[in-house]
């Protein structure tokens, strides 16, 4: 009953290493529980405190440490590609109108445009959203 430890820390290393394969950090979290708890069974309580602490350690973790480290790793994200112009806001340099392509001011880049819907025109000045890319046209609309 003394070895209950070495189980605690094997299980807090199995949790972590199959924490490389998931990526959601649940299994982090349940690995620091069970390490904790390992701390416990070296500390030499009994086993009903081993696996309280466990308990709590996990759940804190949980609740806590996984939400605080998911918003810090949503934070350096930035949509790249295609997703960061559906939604953007554009300006009209060249008249867009159905059957003919104009042209749009995108950021700073100039693409071309036709109306999302097709009995639309918007003049030069205008300020439109892009509902839409296909291919290298955007498709827009005003709000």
Do not use: C
Request: hydrophobic share 50%; net charge neutral; charged share 20%.
């Amino acid at each position: 009953m003394d070895q209950f430890w070495i189980w605690w820390l094997v299980a807090a290393g199995a949790l972590v290493v199959a924490e490389l394969f998931t990526g959601t950090f649940v299994l982090l979290m349940l690995g620091a529980g069970a390490f904790a708890g390992g701390i416990v069974a070296v500390a030499g309580g009994p086993l009903w405190l081993q696996a309280l602490v466990f308990a709590v350690v996990s759940t804190f973790a949980l609740w806590l440490v996984r939400p605080w480290i998911n918003k810090r790793l949503e934070r350096g994200k930035q949509e790249t590609g295609l997703a960061s112009i559906e939604g953007a806001d554009a300006t009209v340099v060249e008249r867009v109108e159905p059957g003919r392509h104009g042209m749009v001011k995108i950021e700073g880049e100039l693409w071309r445009a036709r109306p999302y819907e097709a009995d639309k025109t918007y003049d030069p000045g205008e300020r439109v959203r892009v509902a839409k890319v296909d291919g290298a046209t955007v498709l827009v609309w005003r709000d």
